[in-house]
């Protein structure tokens, strides 16, 4: 087999997913024209999909370094187009005018990829104008949807695109990544791994940023201080107010990330005067930004939500005496006093109960309520 090129080097412990990729681009015939990049979030689906584009578009097949690699790494491309919505739903007008853009012709390479983030945030009719361009699209396109799992898309839709299933990479592989890029310590690496799941992304954060850790462990420390009503309203106030500061920071980290990224790519420094197209371009990703904001709240909130359920299954975990490594092994003895003093049956309701609140906080419920309401179910009442 041929060697990888540059651009998949960063996609972690998914070598069945990029050996298909590279027996597709290696192959005489023209490339497959639809594809869906399935895995669970932080397993790297996006990222994949961008770094086949980027092998699609460079004229060296991905070497990651060329003009066309950083700007499909920066999301600059003319040639690839990403889709990703800030809202809950990607809403129909996103997609006809996404469609729109795919009828054109390439501007530079020879393929034009329309990347589909979130593909699962479609509703039927939204799904059912995708589909015709899905079936034909104009020679040279090339579509890329990106979802959590196949079940998640139409059937319509499923039959028509080749699947590329990624798997959830173990703590280690994120811990080594951890290592050999962002010379984390190892103790520091593996502790961030295991408490993000594998997120790659949310790994990344916890071992590079002591702030986000320290976030997350307040959280954590919130819901174990809850005994009886008025802990426990004291816990979810600092609950919210955690999981939006946490949202904002993350909103704000990566705002100057990629103000950061155009800024070099366009060659700008402090001194020089802007153009008109790079002042186009920068007005172009403030506003993207300003979209983000508003869904960063919620999304703090997620996380925090995640991170309690990682508590309850490491009190589970405990409980059962399975040996299995527990998320949060920097909290492990305040987690084997909880897993003392509830039962099992308790553990199990709390991790519903959470999931309870992830489901409903898109409802337009206000959070503070459904925080009021599942720290209250959350005290530790005597075993039943
Ligand atoms: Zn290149």
């Known amino acids: 087999m041929t060697l990888a090129p540059n651009v998949f080097r960063d996609v972690v412990s998914q070598p069945e997913a990029v050996t298909e990729l590279l027996r597709e681009l290696n192959k005489e015939t023209s490339v497959h024209h639809a594809w869906l990049f399935t895995g669970p979030p932080g397993s790297g689906r996006s990222e994949l999909a961008t770094a086949f584009a980027a092998a699609l578009v460079c004229s060296e097949g991905g070497c990651g370094k060329c003009?066309?690699?950083?700007?499909?790494?920066?999301?600059?491309?003319?040639?690839?187009?990403?889709?990703?919505?800030?809202?809950?739903?990607?809403?129909?007008?996103?997609?006809?005018?996404?469609?729109?853009?795919?009828?054109?012709?390439?501007?530079?390479?020879?393929?034009?990829?329309?990347?589909?983030?979130?593909?699962?945030?479609?509703?039927?009719?939204?799904?059912?104008?995708?589909?015709?361009?899905?079936?034909?699209?104009?020679?040279?396109?090339?579509?890329?949807?990106?979802?959590?799992?196949?079940?998640?898309?139409?059937?319509?839709?499923?039959?028509?695109?080749?699947?590329?299933?990624?798997?959830?990479?173990?703590?280690?592989?994120?811990?080594?990544?951890?290592?050999?890029?962002?010379?984390?310590?190892?103790?520091?690496?593996?502790?961030?791994?295991?408490?993000?799941?594998?997120?790659?992304?949310?790994?990344?954060?916890?071992?590079?940023?002591?702030?986000?850790?320290?976030?997350?462990?307040?959280?954590?420390?919130?819901?174990?201080?809850?005994?009886?009503?008025?802990?426990a309203l004291a816990a979810s106030d600092s609950l919210v107010k955690l999981g939006e500061s946490d949202g904002a920071a993350l909103t704000a980290e990566l705002d100057e990330q990629e103000r950061n990224e155009l800024l070099t790519r366009l060659g700008i420094t402090a001194e020089s005067k802007l153009s008109p197209s790079s002042r186009s371009q920068i007005k172009k990703l403030e506003e993207a930004q300003k979209r983000r904001a508003t869904r960063s709240k919620r999304d703090g909130l997620d996380r925090i939500l995640v991170d309690l359920m990682g508590l309850y299954r490491d009190v589970l975990t405990v409980q059962l005496g399975s040996g299995e490594s527990l998320i949060n092994i920097d909290l492990a003895s305040e987690i084997a006093a909880l897993a003392k003093d509830i039962s099992q049956s308790q553990a199990i309701h709390a991790i519903e109960e959470i999931q309870k609140v992830r489901d409903r906080m898109d409802r337009n419920v206000r959070d503070i309520v459904l925080f009021d309401a599942l720290a209250v179910a959350l005290r530790r009442k005597a075993k039943r």
Not at 131 to 145: A, N, Q, R, V, Y
Not at 190 to 219: C, E
């Open 67 to 231: 003009n066309a690699c950083q700007m499909v790494r920066v999301g600059n491309h003319p040639d690839v187009q990403v889709l990703n919505t800030e809202r809950i739903q990607i809403s129909i007008d996103e997609v006809s005018e996404f469609i729109d853009k795919s009828m054109q012709m390439p501007a530079l390479a020879k393929y034009r990829i329309m990347i589909v983030e979130d593909a699962d945030r479609m509703q039927e009719r939204t799904s059912n104008l995708l589909l015709k361009s899905l079936e034909e699209p104009p020679k040279g396109t090339i579509w890329m949807l990106c979802a959590p799992s196949e079940a998640d898309l139409l059937p319509t839709i499923r039959s028509r695109v080749r699947r590329i299933q990624l798997k959830v990479p173990s703590v280690e592989a994120v811990a080594q990544l951890l290592v050999d890029k962002y010379e984390v310590p190892q103790g520091l690496a593996l502790q961030s791994a295991a408490q993000a799941q594998s997120h790659v992304g949310m790994a990344r954060r916890l071992a590079t940023n002591a702030t986000a850790r320290d976030r997350r462990r307040q959280a954590l420390l919130a819901v174990l201080s809850i005994l009886d009503i008025p802990s």
